[in-house]
């Protein structure tokens, strides 16, 4: 079973803004590249920071072979809105242009945001079709109500949440008619 939730300005559904905010978060740590993966063409990307992203973690490995860098270890990435834990936090950029080209949260994944929490394993984000994958027990939660499921699937542009179900772990939620109750 597939739930797909769409997101909306004035919208009080469960997970409102807080998938917009793990945008920011993700691209955040990019340290403000845009989004667009085309440096001609017009960009429609959200703004990427309202403030400066600090990243904490005990160690962080710049594999420039790899083309990636990594924060491992308690890893806290935080911005005026939000903050994100984890355990593990990639960076990985194309060579020769050397643009951000995704990006990977591992272990206990945790965003934090006045809208709400967003838990997972791992999160994932792929800059060229600008979507974000949350697998692992990925779980959303605004208030009294929840989302989860197997695996969600956020679309950046299309400002669109798929959440998919797999086997015996269906999609699930709670939502309120008149919005969450905080």
Aim: net charge positive.
């Amino acid at each position: 079973m597939n739930l797909t939730l769409r997101s909306q300005t004035r919208s009080n559904g469960a997970g409102r803004g807080v998938f917009l905010l793990l945008c920011f978060l993700v691209v955040g740590v990019l340290h403000g590249t845009s989004l667009g993966a085309d440096p001609g063409r017009k960009s429609r990307a959200v703004p990427v920071l309202k403030a400066p992203l600090t990243v904490k973690a005990d160690r962080l490995e710049f594999r420039r072979r790899e083309h990636r860098t990594v924060y491992s270890g308690h890893v806290l990435a935080s911005e005026k809105e939000y903050r994100l834990y984890c355990r593990r936090l990639e960076v990985h950029w194309d060579p020769r242009s050397k643009r951000i080209t995704h990006l990977v949260a591992k272990g206990d994944v945790r965003l934090e945001t006045e809208e709400g929490v967003v838990t997972s394993q791992e999160a994932r984000l792929n800059l060229s079709s600008r979507t974000i994958l949350l697998t692992g027990s990925p779980r959303l939660v605004s208030g009294d109500e929840f989302v989860e499921g197997d695996r969600i699937l956020y679309s950046i542009d299309q400002r669109r949440s798929t959440v998919m179900g797999k086997g015996k772990r269906r999609v699930r939620s709670r939502l309120h008619p008149g919005g969450s109750e905080k």
